[in-house]
T-cell receptor, first 113, second 111 residues
Framework: DTGVSQDPRHKITKRGQNVTFRCDPI?????LYWYRQTLGQGPEFLTY????????KSRLLSDRFSAERPKGSFSTLEIQRTEQGDSAMYLC???????????FGEGSRLTVL | QKEVEQNSGPLSVPEGAIASLNCTYS??????FFWYRQYSGKSPELIMF????GDKEDGRFTAQLNKASQYVSLLIRDSQPSDSATYLC???????????FGSGTRLLVRP
């Protein structure tokens, strides 16, 4: 067994480019969450899925961000037209339904030049 | 307004001492409370959760919850240098189990 898996672990891109991150949750977990974390701050909620349904999206999330979870398994987070302010660690977490504990992956660190 | 507040620290304690980490939250309807440990450059790791008022113990860790005061704490007994990390308090706001995190308290355990 494996925990939550994220790919890539590191991404360096130029401003204006699109990037996509992938998350594979723990297999029996129905809920999947995306968070963003910058230096010195706690993780900030972006969005979450229950199975394939995206149930909530943060008001702070601009239209350049989109997330999908086709078939209720892995999820992708795409950032279009990246900006330097998008530089952060993007964390994926999963949890079983009816329990609140989130289990995080190792994160995908994005650097926008 | 920040919904989950933590002192950023650093909190420095000698090896073997008790480290006490505190967290306050603003939403009285909060249902679930979590402590995560995060080493530098790593992702958060769940160490404790508590849902009811009172104390919950797990090894060297004790979580304490006081819903009336909107306060949750984490005690680490017999602190070790390996406990040096940032401790994140997280609060579950509703049935989505979405967690709202504080900014974390950095703990330093001096050998």
């Amino acid at each position: 067994d494996t925990g939550v898996s994220q790919d890539p672990r590191h991404k360096i891109t130029k401003r204006g480019q699109n990037v996509t991150f992938r998350c594979d949750p723990i297999s029996e977990h129905n809920r999947l969450y995306w968070y963003r974390q910058t230096l010195g701050q706690g993780p900030e909620f972006l969005t979450y899925f229950q199975n394939e349904a995206q149930l909530e999206k943060s008001r702070l999330l601009s239209d350049r961000f989109s997330a999908e979870r086709p078939k209720g398994s892995f999820s992708t987070l795409e950032i279009q037209r990246t900006e330097q302010g998008d530089s952060a660690m993007y964390l994926c977490a999963s949890s079983p339904v009816e329990r609140g504990e989130l289990f995080f992956g190792e994160g995908s660190r994005l650097t926008v030049l | 307004q920040k919904e989950v507040e933590q002192n950023s620290g650093p909190l420095s304690v000698p090896e073997g001492a008790i480290a006490s980490l505190n967290c306050t939250y603003s939403d009285r309807g909060s249902q679930s409370f979590f402590w995560y440990r995060q080493y530098s450059g790593k992702s958060p790791e769940l160490i404790m959760f508590i849902y009811s008022n009172g104390d919950k113990e797990d090894g060297r860790f004790t979580a304490q919850l006081n819903k009336a005061s909107q306060y949750v704490s984490l005690l680490i007994r017999d602190s070790q240098p390996s406990d040096s990390a940032t401790y994140l308090c997280a609060v579950g706001m509703d049935s989505s189990y979405k967690l709202i995190f504080g900014s974390g308290t950095r703990l330093l355990v001096r050998p």
